[in-house]
């Protein structure tokens, strides 16, 4: 079945550094990928998406690639701010509405 | 516009209560509604999903029901809670239309089952 593997929390940073979150992907035919930021005290919301290979999904500075030859969809930001602290949670959907979410990868960042 | 409201955002309950979680979306019609679980550690799980009223798909076996009385409204129950039913449960909601790929979530209920 579907399955989607992301890099385990918690990822602590300071301030301006570079933030990678790894994600990687199992499923058949060719899925739409996400990329859903919680903050605290709030509901999941989308924060980037791609929908087939090659495509960049960008927002608020963060950016991940459809890569279909590796099966990925690595979250970056070149800057991170203390606000980007939340729980980020890589997703696919391969048929319909349904979504198959990875584990979540909490960040924290210090100023 | 649109939102979603759950409730409550948290509830601890004992082994062999009764469960009622409740969601409504406002602002929109006909949406499709799902409810999520993520367990402590663990990803997302699609417990229920639903197109229309009284249409409810079930994802896993499990110890939960789910119902949708009315076009935005969406229940997660349990007649009798297990110590596994613990965990951080969401509702969900996305326009009717089968293309459509955005997912709305609530603020989630974290469920203690003591």
């Known amino acids: 079945g579907d399955s989607v593997t992301q890099m385990e929390g918690p990822v602590t940073l300071s301030e301006e550094a570079f933030l990678t979150i790894n994600c990687t992907y199992t499923a058949t035919g060719y899925p739409s990928l996400f990329w859903y930021v919680q903050y605290p005290g709030e509901g999941l919301q989308l924060l980037l998406k791609a929908t087939k290979a090659d495509d960049k999904g960008s927002n608020k500075g963060f950016e991940a690639t459809y890569r279909k030859e590796t099966t990925s969809f690595h979250l970056e930001k070149g800057s991170v701010q203390v606000s980007d602290s939340a729980v980020y949670f890589c997703a696919l959907k391969a048929a319909g509405n349904k979504l198959t979410f990875g584990g979540g990868t909490r960040v924290l960042v210090k100023p | ?114």
């Open chain 2, 1 to 114: 516009s649109q939102t979603i409201h759950q409730w409550p955002a948290t509830l601890v309950q004992p082994v062999g209560s009764p469960l009622s979680l409740e969601c409504t979306v406002e602002g929109t019609s006909n949406p499709n509604l799902y409810w999520y679980r993520q367990a402590a550690g663990r990803g997302l799980q699609l417990l229920f999903y639903s197109v229309g009223i009284g249409q409810i798909s079930s994802e896993v076996p499990q110890n939960l029901s789910a119902s949708r009385p009315q076009d935005r409204q969406f229940i997660l129950s349990s007649k009798k809670l297990l110590l596994s039913d613990s965990g951080f449960y969401l509702c969900a909601w996305s326009p009717g239309a089968a293309t459509n790929e955005k997912l709305f979530f609530g603020s989630g209920t974290q469920l203690s089952v003591l």
